[in-house]
């Protein structure tokens, strides 16, 4: 898995929440927990992370350095950071530990080490995924995100790896491999459904569809290039639509997805820069792009930082509490209406050096964000974000 996989698979993930009970809310000013400070070793978290901008935000957690090669998942209803890092600074790849860092107090869980560094939290479970050995041999092993402990190997039938995991109907997890999509039980690991992808596609990432109706996929073209987006049935993987049409011909390669209750988020690199659309849940047509969505370019800046539909560096988004929320690495956080694509309200973080939201998720009783950030020192760091009233459906 490359890099770009890794920190977009926890921007695709983090949409899901676990139900949490008597969870503290993401308070927004306060200064890093002392607990967490003397846990982690680090001083107050305001002060590292801090950043400028009229969405307020405060400074959660200060990581390790180590954990800029992390795979990472948030659940904020839990109030916990879930990470696989390199078991050692010397060990880039692989084998990785699996983490639970609670984002009250700082306090950390640590778990099996794994080969690969794929991590998903879907349908209950953490899914633990890649490839591995000579030649590619695919990985499934599904752990409890309370005790870390694992449950089981999780046996996958064809392909070189797992490339991807969203959640399932019923109990169940969608699992990618380069050709194969598989709907398995979370409770046994039996295959309960198998979709074949058409010739010259392999996948690059899966999302499923909020209400439990629907699964996204995105896949390369291998020839004459781009990508393709198909949406499936959640139970029984029938083809509802694909499109591989403007502006999804000019992708160099992987696409990421985050689905939206009318459609979904797509967004990819035609190389230097980067581009998102909205595509309809029906037809997957396109619902919204730079072009298409005037106000989004209007409210952008149109230098610099550019604008949530064509960006430079990277992006990330998620869905929760009826909003699609986009950042980008150029510094820019949008609130969108996820069914015609405009921007609710945006705001440009202002600071001597942009920190990227790498991963997002939304905590929509708090009427807060979680973001992993990444730092000027190359940390990677935790902030609560406050979007105005107007962002929350």
Request: aromatic letters at 6%; charged letters at 10%; glycine letters at 12%.
């Amino acid at each position: 898995m490359s890099p770009v996989r890794v920190l977009a698979v926890c921007a695709v993930v983090c949409a899901v929440g676990c139900a949490g009970c008597g969870r503290q809310a993401l308070v927004p000013g306060s200064a890093y927990p002392p607990a967490a400070a003397a846990a982690s070793g680090h001083g107050p978290a305001s002060r590292t992370l801090a950043i400028t901008a009229r969405w307020p935000q405060s400074g959660i957690l200060r990581e390790d350095a180590t954990a800029s090669d992390a795979s990472q998942v948030l659940d904020p209803a839990a109030g916990v950071l879930f990470a696989l890092v390199p078991a050692t600074l010397a060990s880039a790849d692989g084998p990785y530990a699996l983490q639970a860092i609670d984002l009250r107090t700082g306090r950390m869980r640590h778990g099996a080490s794994y080969p690969v560094s794929g991590l998903a939290l879907a349908s209950g479970y953490l899914w633990v995924y890649g490839s591995t050995g000579r030649g590619g041999h695919p990985v499934l092993d599904e752990a409890d995100p309370g005790t870390l402990a694992m449950i089981r190997p999780v046996p996958v039938p064809g392909g070189s790896g797992v490339d991807a995991v969203a959640p399932g109907p019923a109990g169940s997890v969608w699992i990618g491999t380069d050709r194969m999509l598989l709907r398995m039980s979370a409770h046994t690991g039996a295959v309960l459904t198998r979709v074949a992808l058409s010739a010259g596609l392999q996948l690059s990432d899966l999302a499923a569809g909020p209400g439990g109706r629907n699964v996204y996929a995105s896949a390369w073209r291998l020839r004459p290039g781009g990508i393709a987006v198909l949406v499936y049935s959640a139970g029984h993987g029938t083809l509802l639509a694909r499109s591989d049409r403007v502006p999804l011909t000019w992708s160099v390669g992987w696409a990421e997805l985050t689905a939206v209750p009318g459609g979904v988020w797509v967004w990819f690199r035609t190389g230097m820069l980067g581009v998102s659309a909205l595509l309809s849940a029906r037809s997957l047509s396109v619902v919204a792009t730079a072009a298409a969505v005037a106000t989004s370019a209007a409210n952008s800046p149109v230098t610099g930082h550019g604008t949530i539909y064509s960006w430079a560096s990277g992006s990330a988004s998620a869905y929760g509490g009826g909003t699609l929320w986009v950042a980008t690495a150029g510094g820019l956080l949008a609130c969108v209406n996820p069914a015609n694509g405009t921007v609710r309200a945006q705001e440009v973080v202002k600071s001597q050096q942009a920190q990227p939201v790498i991963t997002l998720a939304a905590d929509p009783p708090a009427h807060q964000l979680a973001a992993v950030i990444g730092t000027p020192g190359g940390h990677l760091g935790v902030v609560s974000i406050t979007p105005p009233r107007l962002c929350w459906s």
